[in-house]
């Protein structure tokens, strides 16, 4: 399924992603350059480096997702393209968090105290800290108005990564409150709530990776297409099972839907009544009916069985 | 999260008021000011001299007594070698440690370099700014010799 067969809705949503996707990946370098020079010694402005450059992770996965599933199916990917998007993102928000508490848990135990001394700006000379919380602030108010708008494309497309992304641009926000309360209390003279906050951050990153891991793992083996956030079965299930049990010839009706990304491959199995033998063209009109359910459901394929598989019943 | 914005800015207000910010953990400024300033003195011609009747002269003593005297300070020179003094600073036992210090000399915990206050080149041709070290994480103490760093050294 290319791009330009995507409802006019979808199409304009996703064109909207890619283009907000490539001004967060500027946002996300001009950011992590600002941050870098005025991180200096502080634990917590360094963790916030280290989630910019996490950040960049979503959008890069999410532009090389949107190429692929431009592209049709062949024979050796008959179900079309698609990406590991949130695992990798999963894989590396966990990466990030627990070395972030490892290495900070260390510098609180060692009692290390950061320093932060005057810097030069605006023509005068003040403490660097307020440079720090300045660019904090900054680099933590923009993902939060990108993350915004993300959500709402994401919804209109049925995008996990986009909705990764979206709830990380939130969760990047909440980090940068943190950061800015360590070094205000490095400023009150409390020295360990650098590393602390530093720590809490990589926790939370861990946090956000464990609820997206095993949605992203599920989606990739063995799952049913869920909601966006993951957990409860897709209503499509629901929705081609109406079209299914409608005809009068038909007994009995199993789906199976998967998430192949922006789409779902959806097997719809029949059992007709025991006295009507369905006729190529009864099954192809139901096959039309079901495909007009959703424009997720473009890649439906009905099977007329003698009894429902067993894991359908 | 709009409140909690609020919050914070409010802290950040009142915090930039009220006097006495950046705090020191040891409270190390309060003590110096108007008080004595003990400078640990590793020597290196021509940033730091140790003169027979026991007083220190040189680039860096000039400019240390020059800090000194704006926050009302008396020093007090305490000579050993660099290694020593930075196990000294990290104790708490001197407040500053001077001698050619460059930017890239490796500082034990407890320990941090200031900012360069100026820079030079070696005969080879290398760049390398001169510090001073200062106790880790007393931030008041830090700003406040920064600030005089970027203001009386020849740093460009």
């Known amino acids: 399924m290319t791009a330009r067969q995507l409802p006019p809705q979808q199409h304009a949503a996703l064109q909207q992603s890619v283009r907000l996707s490539r001004i967060s990946l500027l946002v996300m370098v001009i950011s992590a350059i600002l941050v870098v020079r005025v991180a200096g010694e502080s634990r917590a402005v360094q963790a916030a480096l280290a989630e910019d450059l996490l950040m960049l992770v979503p959008p890069l996965v999410f532009l090389w997702g949107a190429r692929q599933a431009g592209r049709p199916g062949d024979r050796r990917r008959p179900y079309g393209r698609r990406s590991l998007g949130h695992l990798l993102l999963g894989l590396a928000l966990l990466a990030g968090g627990v070395a972030l508490i490892f290495t900070n848990a260390l510098a609180l135990w060692r009692g290390e105290r950061p320093s932060i001394g005057a810097a030069t700006a605006f023509g005068g000379t003040l403490w660097a800290g307020w440079l720090m919380i300045l660019v904090l602030v900054v680099t933590a108010l923009v993902p939060l108005e990108l993350a915004r708008r993300k959500t709402r494309l994401a919804r209109t497309l049925g995008d996990k990564v986009l909705t990764a992304d979206a709830d990380l641009g939130v969760t990047a926000a909440l980090t940068g409150v943190l950061t800015v309360a360590g070094v205000v209390c490095v400023g009150y003279g409390l020295w360990w709530a650098d590393a602390l906050a530093a720590l809490l951050v990589g926790a939370v990153l861990v946090f956000h990776a464990v609820r997206l891991l095993p949605g992203a793992t599920g989606d990739l083996l063995d799952h049913r297409a869920t909601e966006l956030r993951g957990g409860e079965a897709h209503p499509i299930h629901y929705q081609l099972m109406q079209v299914a049990v409608a005809p009068v010839w038909v007994a009995d009706a199993g789906v199976r839907v998967r998430d192949l990304g922006h789409v779902f491959h959806s097997e719809v199995f029949v059992v007709p009544r025991h006295d009507v033998n369905p006729t190529v063209a009864q099954i192809a009109h139901l096959q039309a009916r079901l495909e007009q359910v959703d424009w997720k459901a473009r890649d439906t394929v009905v099977a007329v069985v003698p009894e429902l598989p067993a894991a359908l019943r | ?156």
């Open chain 2, 1 to 156: 999260m709009r409140r909690l914005v609020a919050a914070l800015c409010m802290v950040l207000a009142l915090s930039g008021c009220s006097g006495g910010f950046p705090r020191d953990p040891q409270g190390t400024l309060p003590r110096v000011s108007d008080g004595t300033l003990r400078v640990g003195v590793s020597e290196r011609d021509p940033y730091t001299r140790v003169e027979d009747d026991g007083g220190v002269t040189g680039t860096e003593a000039t400019l240390v007594q020059g800090y000194a005297t704006s926050i009302g300070a008396q020093v007090e020179w305490v000579r050993g070698s660099t290694s020593e003094l930075m196990v000294q600073l990290s104790n708490g036992d001197v407040d500053l440690v001077i001698g050619g210090l460059r930017e890239d000399t490796p500082v034990t915990r407890g320990a941090t370099l200031t900012r360069p206050y100026a820079r030079e080149v070696t005969s080879s041709g290398t760049r390398f700014g001169l510090v001073l070290a200062a106790p880790a994480g007393e931030n008041a103490f830090l700003t406040s010799v920064e600030t005089y760093l970027i203001q009386h050294g020849s740093f460009s």
